[in-house]
């Protein structure tokens, strides 16, 4: 079977690792999840970094640093994973719903304007599959109507928006650490932002607005949350970042090579990467268009019967029972996409045969 996309485990994972068991640093105090945090931020060149224990936590914690609450109102696509959607429910606000672009497959920044209204708090770009969103149009009109905007950047990690990382560019950025990710903790997240004040924020939200006062004793000022990622889950993270210079070059090189081997397949749409953008491909995607000889869900299947694993396109959210009634503009393109799009094999350990095989197969009809 050539699976979706697995971890790659090449580095000091196990020795840092053993480390924390060694030392009995397995919670969420210990070096490794201040080092996580230095040197995730010296990645992408942020100034705050607060780990969290998944990618959702982290969206959470985004919402509730920017004081997100009920009746408040947030923009998003719905070809999304359900993940930011669910958060924005969890602190009591409100999804707004925008269509996508045919080209990269993330929110088409000429349909927020019409959507926002005096409710409207935030806009929550997702950089689906590795492609950036349009971010200079995004803060351009977050500027103009007073937002914030929290990139979820959760499937990017790697990507860039006019040579800055992605997820640093909004107010907050979140990432994700889960198994499939470009680098994974087995289950972990970060938020990450240029705003020292709101890192501090997130960070004490995060771990209870904790306050040690002189005798030793615990104080809250205020309602906080244990979103902490332990010292063992922030070693692993340390182990992977190592590494992850070598992994976008992989994916990029694996994404060539799809493209190249699919560049004449009639039906089939090849996924983009823009003038102002480096994508990193994290899912290599393609569109089965209808002069394609088979459906999508019939390429599926034929892929794995051949020992391939796929997956369609998210189903879009505006149409799950919890948010059908949900505000929604035109979702033409979204709609469109879910019924059309595949997520190909893209893990880092991929080997060129193994993407000649998937593309003789799809290119075989
Ligand atoms: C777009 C998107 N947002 C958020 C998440 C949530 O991350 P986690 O699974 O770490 O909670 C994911 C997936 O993992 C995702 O794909």
Partial sequence: ?????????????????????????????GSYVNKFEEDFANFTQCTSAVVTMNGTAAL?????TL???VGDEVIVPSLTFIS?????????????????????????????????????????PVHIYGHPAEMNKIMEIAKKYNLYVIEDATESLGSLYNEKAVGTIGHIGCFSFNGNKLITTGAGGMLVTNDKKLGERAKYLSTQTKTILDNGA????????????????????????????????IKRENAKVYNELL??????????????????YWLYSILVEEDYPLTRDELIAKLKENGIES??????????????????????????????????????????????S????ISNY
């Avoid at 602190?91 to 926002?116: H, L, N, Q, S």
């Avoid at 959210?317 to 893209?346: F, R, W």
């Avoid at 998937?358 to 197969?361: A, D, L, T, V």
């Fill in 218 to 249: 615990f104080y809250h000022e205020e309602i906080g949350y244990n979103f902490r990622m332990p010292n063992l889950l922030a070693a692993m993270g340390c182990a992977q970042l190592e590494n992850i210079d070598e992994y976008i070059k």
């Fill in 1 to 29: 079977m050539i699976p979706l996309c697995i971890p790659k485990m090449k580095g000091n994972e196990w020795k840092y690792i053993k480390h924390c068991l060694d030392t009995n640093w397995v919670s969420s105090a």
């Fill in 311 to 356: 997956r369609p396109f998210f189903m879009p959210i505006h149409e799950m029972p919890s948010y059908k009634q949900c505000k929604c503009g035109d979702m033409k393109i979204t709609n469109e996409l879910a019924v059309k799009g595949i997520n190909l094999p893209s893990s880092v350990e991929l080997k060129k045969q193994d993407i000649e």
């Fill in 84 to 124: 930011p959607i669910n958060t924005i429910k969890y602190v009591g606000a409100e999804p707004v719903f925008v269509d996508v672009c045919r080209d990269t497959w993330v929110i088409d920044v000429e349909k927020i304007e019409e959507m926002i209204t005096p409710r409207t708090k935030v806009i929550l």
């Fill in 263 to 280: 560049k004449n397949v009639k039906g089939v749409t090849l996924p983009v990467e823009k003038e102002e953008v480096r994508n990193v």
């Fill in 67 to 69: 004081g997100i609450g």
């Fill in 60 to 64: 959470e914690l985004a919402l509730r």
């Fill in 358 to 361: 998937i593309c003789s197969i």
